[in-house]
């Protein structure tokens, strides 16, 4: 059974960091492009961060550059978003997804997302 899930969601102060995690489960995420993506109370769904499977980074959305990377591990099949400098405008739920023929990110298009972890940045 193919399947993402997210973890490493929480309630953190104004300029705090978290690591999000996605694991998957039945497939090879080095044979995907991933993306994370992120939606806000409400506001539609939005791209953060994607990373082809040739491992070229992609930002989405320039508020996050320079706070927010993503990055694989291969052997435990799981992707990351490291979040620094968080700001209130972060708190979201957020959300991994894949591709498997795509070297972008289209959040209309992704096979298979994962159910989303919730940020919440607040003092």
């Known amino acids: 059974q193919l399947q993402l899930v997210e973890s490493g969601g929480g309630l953190v102060q104004p300029g705090g960091s978290l690591r999000l995690s996605c694991a998957a489960s039945g497939f090879t995420l080095a044979d995907y492009t991933v993306g994370w993506f992120r939606q806000a109370p409400g506001k539609e769904r939005e791209g953060v961060l994607c990373m082809s499977n040739a491992d070229r980074s992609i930002e989405y959305v320039q508020p996050v550059k320079g706070r927010f990377t993503i990055s694989r591990d291969y052997a435990k099949n799981t992707v990351y978003l490291q979040m620094n400098n968080l700001k209130p405008e972060d708190t979201a739920v957020y959300y991994c997804?894949?591709?498997?023929?795509?070297?972008?990110?289209?959040?209309?298009?992704?096979?298979?997302w994962g159910k989303g972890t919730l940020v919440t940045v607040s003092s």
């Open positions: 997804a894949v591709i498997e023929y795509s070297s972008n990110c289209p959040p209309n298009d992704m096979d298979y």
